[in-house]
């Protein structure tokens, strides 16, 4: 008696049509992004003394210098009723940590993946929606000392934390569409990352991370508001420690701005996989 067994063959010269194809890979190996997701965080922090804890311990380290070096440059700076340190850490976390590590580990996922893609029929984009999804939760989890910071210094933690969802998906929804983006070329062009790397520190300074910008003349904030991630700090703060909704407009432009790169950068990525699957 012989029995046979049906498996999930996936051909990666198969016909794909953009979007439909990548969410149906994406929900057929969902317990595979699980299981990828928490692989990254094991192996991040298994040879690490304190583990999962520099994951906490980082962004305040980064803050506590650029804190010695800004606190006195901005002393006098309007950062409203929250102290420069909680406005700091908030700017360190939410572009530095979730914005650019999650861009860059995005865009390197096919390169850093060779050698799994080269034994197991894996769909590229789970491979780079995993790595989105665990800057992402290291991000959540380096929200912890932030919330402390906050008790300790008497801002409190209002009740708005509860929507800080909505940001946080907009957010992992830009960084895994450019991310996907940046990913085809730069399996084509490997200076692609390093390029992309300058213009993520740029963004760094770019948007009001680590001063207020109540400090930039009248003439050149509309040059920094027209920056997207100016909406997606804004509502971030808003929502994590100030107690109240951004304009409207800062969440109409957050939002479309991240379905227009998430949905732009999987149509790339699909469009061009035959393709990227040849330099792999």
């Known amino acids: 008696?012989?029995?046979?067994?049906?498996?999930?063959?996936?051909?990666?010269?198969?016909?794909?049509?953009?979007?439909?194809?990548?969410?149906?890979?994406?929900?057929?190996?969902?317990?595979?992004?699980?299981?990828?997701v928490t692989r990254?965080?094991?192996?991040?922090?298994?040879?690490?003394?304190?583990?999962?804890?520099?994951?906490?311990?980082?962004?305040i380290l980064t803050t506590a210098v650029m804190w010695v070096i800004f606190s006195q440059v901005f002393k006098r700076a309007d950062t409203g009723d929250v102290p420069f340190i909680i406005y700091l850490l908030s700017g360190v976390l939410?572009?530095?940590?979730?914005?650019?590590?999650?861009?860059?580990?995005?865009?390197?996922?096919?390169?850093?993946?060779?050698?799994?893609?080269?034994?197991?029929?894996?769909?590229?984009?789970?491979?780079?929606?995993?790595?989105?999804?665990?800057?992402?939760?290291?991000?959540?989890?380096?929200?912890?000392p932030m919330f402390a910071l906050q008790l300790i210094l008497g801002v409190g933690?209002?009740?708005?934390?509860?929507?800080?969802?909505?940001p946080i998906l907009a957010m992992l929804l830009l960084v895994t569409g450019l991310?996907?983006?940046?990913?085809?070329?730069a399996v084509h062009f490997y200076d692609t990352l390093d390029f992309v790397s300058f213009l993520v520190?740029?963004?760094?300074?770019?948007?009001?991370?680590?001063?207020?910008?109540?400090?930039?003349?009248?003439?050149?904030?509309?040059?920094?508001?027209?920056n997207p991630l100016f909406s997606f700090l804004t509502v971030f703060r808003g929502f994590a420690y100030g107690g109240e909704f951004a304009p409207l407009w800062n969440f109409a432009y957050m939002g479309g701005f991240a379905l227009v790169a998430f949905v732009g950068g999987i149509w790339i990525f699909?469009?061009?996989?035959?393709?990227?699957?040849?330099?792999?």
């Open 1 to 36: 008696m012989t029995t046979t067994a049906s498996h999930r063959v996936y051909d990666s010269a198969a016909k794909r049509t953009p979007l439909v194809s990548d969410f149906r890979n994406l929900y057929a190996h969902r317990k595979l992004i699980r299981l990828l």
């Open 40 to 59: 990254d965080l094991t192996i991040r922090y298994k040879r690490s003394v304190l583990g999962i804890w520099w994951t906490l311990l980082n962004p």
């Open 94 to 144: 939410f572009i530095s940590v979730f914005f650019a590590q999650g861009l860059l580990a995005t865009g390197s996922s096919l390169l850093n993946s060779r050698a799994i893609l080269s034994k197991i029929p894996v769909p590229g984009e789970v491979l780079a929606v995993t790595a989105a999804l665990a800057v992402a939760l290291n991000f959540v989890l380096a929200l912890v």
């Open 157 to 166: 933690i209002p009740w708005t934390v509860l929507l800080l969802p909505i």
């Open 179 to 185: 991310g996907m983006a940046v990913a085809s070329a």
């Open 201 to 226: 520190q740029l963004s760094v300074w770019a948007v009001p991370t680590f001063y207020p910008i109540g400090m930039v003349p009248d003439t050149f904030q509309i040059l920094i508001k027209i």
């Open 270 to 280: 699909s469009s061009s996989w035959r393709r990227l699957v040849a330099y792999l």
